[in-house]
């Protein structure tokens, strides 16, 4: 990464702290975990305050950065959540009402590929690398499947 370049800013959800850190710390230096939330319904309710640039009045995880003042390229779903999980916080951020191209995508586990059991140290550095490809290619411009209009596979 160039040194220069700002970090571009995520937020990533999932079931256990013990793998959300060393997620978020895999992820740097070139992007920033912002906030981790614990669950999927954590998720839908602070991604909004977020997407406004200002601190949920309540979080349900002290893990990230808590720097608000840029909005998120995307919001990483872990595995424990499934398509409805994945849906709820997909519509929480459409009804934020943000400009077309400006809400983050959202990147959901696809569960098809063999993976670590959690909490393993190796199931978290096999999520940073899914997650860097996904995010690194999405930033070259490259279009990935997904199940649904602003959700793509990882």
Request: hydrophobic content about 45%.
């Given at each position: 990464m160039n040194m220069s370049k700002k970090p571009i800013p995520v937020v990533v959800c999932?079931?256990?702290?013990?793998?959300?850190?060393?997620?978020?710390?895999?992820?740097?230096?070139?992007?920033?975990?912002?906030?981790?939330?614990?669950?999927?319904q954590a998720t839908a309710n602070e991604v909004p305050y977020i997407l406004e640039g200002v601190a949920p009045p309540s979080q349900s995880s002290q893990v990230g950065t808590g720097n608000f003042g840029a909005r998120p390229a995307a919001v990483v779903m872990g595995a424990a959540w499934d398509a409805a999980d994945v849906s709820r916080v997909a519509a929480a951020i459409r009804g934020v009402g943000l400009p077309a191209g400006a809400a983050p995508v959202v990147l959901q586990n696809d569960t098809s590929v063999p993976a670590p059991q959690p909490p393993a140290p190796a199931y978290a550095e096999q999520l940073v690398r899914r997650i860097r490809v996904a995010l690194d290619r999405l930033g070259r411009g490259d279009v990935l499947d997904g199940p649904e209009d602003g959700v793509v596979w990882y």
């Amino acid at each position: 990464m160039n040194m220069s370049k700002k970090p571009i800013p995520v937020v990533v959800c999932g079931k256990a702290e013990i793998v959300g850190k060393p997620v978020a710390e895999g992820l740097k230096p070139d992007y920033e975990v912002v906030l981790f939330c614990l669950g999927a319904q954590a998720t839908a309710n602070e991604v909004p305050y977020i997407l406004e640039g200002v601190a949920p009045p309540s979080q349900s995880s002290q893990v990230g950065t808590g720097n608000f003042g840029a909005r998120p390229a995307a919001v990483v779903m872990g595995a424990a959540w499934d398509a409805a999980d994945v849906s709820r916080v997909a519509a929480a951020i459409r009804g934020v009402g943000l400009p077309a191209g400006a809400a983050p995508v959202v990147l959901q586990n696809d569960t098809s590929v063999p993976a670590p059991q959690p909490p393993a140290p190796a199931y978290a550095e096999q999520l940073v690398r899914r997650i860097r490809v996904a995010l690194d290619r999405l930033g070259r411009g490259d279009v990935l499947d997904g199940p649904e209009d602003g959700v793509v596979w990882y």
